[in-house]
């Protein structure tokens, strides 16, 4: 086997070991929750804590506030990147009654800028927050901002 064909090989148990090690932290987080409403977002599982973080206003991470959009029983949130963004997805917990989102942090790769997207809420917790409270985005000075939903 060539020095190089070692480097790959390392590389690959490597990387496989770190996606193995984050499966098993998702899985912990799970299997450490004692009651159902202790029980991890898809957020929450591998590490998101709910808290503020950059705003929905920020001009060069959003063109403009993102929007909850209602297809029939799915829901989104969908968003247009900003003028100097890099990539990144918003996280969602159920909060006092409502559905919180908030972004904590950006990858530091790509450029975005312009192109819309959208991200599933799939989390049976989530949804029944959404109807129940709405939605809103958690500033960086700890205020909400509600977000708009969209019936498409």
Same mark, same amino acid.
């Given at each position: 086997? =060539?020095h190089?064909?070692?480097?790959?090989?390392?590389?690959?148990? *490597?990387?496989? %070991?770190?996606?193995? =090690?984050?499966?098993?932290?998702?899985?912990? @987080?799970?299997?450490? @929750?004692?009651? &159902? @409403?202790?029980t991890? +977002?898809?957020?929450? #599982? %591998?590490?998101?804590? /709910?808290?503020?973080?950059?705003?929905?206003?920020?001009?060069? %991470?959003?063109?403009?506030? &993102?929007?909850?959009?209602q297809?029939?029983?799915?829901?989104?949130?969908r968003?247009?990147?900003?003028?100097?963004?890099?990539?990144? +997805?918003?996280?969602?917990? /159920?909060?006092?009654?409502?559905?919180?989102?908030?972004?904590? *942090?950006? +990858?530091?790769?790509?450029?975005?800028?312009?192109? =819309? +997207? *959208?991200?599933?809420?799939?989390d049976e917790?989530?949804?029944?927050?959404?109807r129940?409270?709405? #939605?809103?985005?958690?500033?960086?000075?700890?205020?909400?901002?509600? %977000?708009?939903?969209?019936?498409?």
């Amino acid at each position: 086997m =060539s020095h190089r064909t070692s480097f790959f090989a390392a590389s690959f148990v *490597a990387a496989s %070991l770190v996606a193995a =090690s984050l499966v098993a932290v998702g899985l912990l @987080a799970t299997a450490c @929750a004692s009651s &159902p @409403a202790e029980t991890p +977002t898809p957020s929450t #599982a %591998l590490g998101w804590r /709910p808290g503020p973080g950059f705003s929905c206003n920020d001009s060069t %991470l959003f063109e403009k506030c &993102p929007e909850v959009v209602q297809r029939g029983d799915e829901w989104f949130l969908r968003w247009t990147y900003g003028s100097d963004a890099f990539y990144y +997805t918003p996280n969602y917990e /159920p909060r006092d009654g409502r559905l919180v989102f908030s972004l904590r *942090a950006t +990858t530091s790769t790509g450029n975005p800028s312009g192109k =819309s +997207t *959208a991200l599933e809420i799939e989390d049976e917790q989530a949804i029944r927050a959404l109807r129940q409270g709405g #939605a809103v985005w958690w500033e960086p000075d700890g205020s909400y901002v509600p %977000l708009r939903v969209v019936p498409e």
